[in-house]
């Protein structure tokens, strides 16, 4: 679903422009607003290394389709794997 990750995507930049707490990287505070683009599960959090309450490096996985989404220098990659044409 192209346009349910536009939205996300694009709450997510609006919030981190106009609110100065969500102004840098992944933190466990933006969970509440990203969800699966595939199935808009709610995503789970796997922190492999977290500086200052946020998150460096890890994983957001979709509890209810599984998908797996890395974070990579603080940076989730929400990107749908049918995507990824690998
Ligand atoms: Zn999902």
Same mark, same amino acid.
């Given at each position: 679903m192209q346009? /349910?990750?536009s939205i996300i995507v694009i709450k997510w930049l609006i919030i981190k422009k106009y609110n100065p707490c969500?102004?840098?990287l992944m933190k466990h505070s933006l969970l509440e607003?990203? @969800?699966c683009?595939?199935?808009k /599960? +709610?995503?789970e959090l796997k922190v492999a290394a977290e500086e200052n309450g946020e998150i460096? @490096? /890890?994983s957001l996985r979709c509890g209810k389709c599984g998908v797996e989404y890395p974070i990579t220098e603080g940076? +989730?990659?929400l990107l749908p794997p049918e995507?990824?044409?690998r």
């Open positions: 346009f /349910g990750l969500y102004n840098t607003i990203l @969800a683009p595939v199935c /599960g +709610p995503l460096t @490096a /890890g940076i +989730p990659d995507k990824e044409n």
